[in-house]
């Protein structure tokens, strides 16, 4: 893939044109981590993932992310269960109750989530900017 943006801040003219970090420039609050066994690069956001708060189970099947799909899968089909044995009101009001507090509660823990699961595989940051932004948000503890 070939940069659309130039020289991507590279005003020294150096040729990194091997390394993938270089092909897109990076949003100051995305941080990329890579697995150095297999040479895979995420670039996900840190902080809240409005994307989780309106989409919620389908955001891991988009990043490919399947043991936090079934982590969110199994709460939210014991939330419902537990909501429609519980509660008297209508169904659909307990369901779409049910739904929105379990999308704000996506949307805050998440990226965190996510990021902590690739770490476990063996993902580290892939550059220092990355890491002190793992760091700042307690993503990633200092070694």
């Known amino acids: 893939m070939q940069n659309p943006f130039g020289n991507g801040n590279n005003d020294n003219n150096d040729n990194n044109d091997n390394d993938p970090r270089n092909l897109i420039p990076i ?23 409005f994307t989780a708060l309106f989409f919620q189970i389908l955001v891991p099947v988009f990043r490919s992310d399947w043991y936090n799909f079934f982590c969110m899968l199994g709460v939210e089909v014991i939330a419902g269960m537990g909501l429609s044995m519980y509660l008297v009101q209508p169904l659909s009001i307990t369901f779409y109750t049910g739904e929105y507090f379990l999308g704000v509660v996506w949307m805050l823990i998440y990226n965190m989530m996510y990021f902590k699961h690739l770490f476990k595989l063996g993902y580290t940051p892939a550059d220092e900017r990355s890491r002190e932004l793992l760091v700042s948000a307690h993503y990633l503890k200092e070694k």
């Open 27 to 49: 949003p100051p609050n995305f941080a990329t981590v890579v697995n150095k066994k297999t040479g895979q690069i995420r670039i996900a956001k840190v902080g809240l993932s």
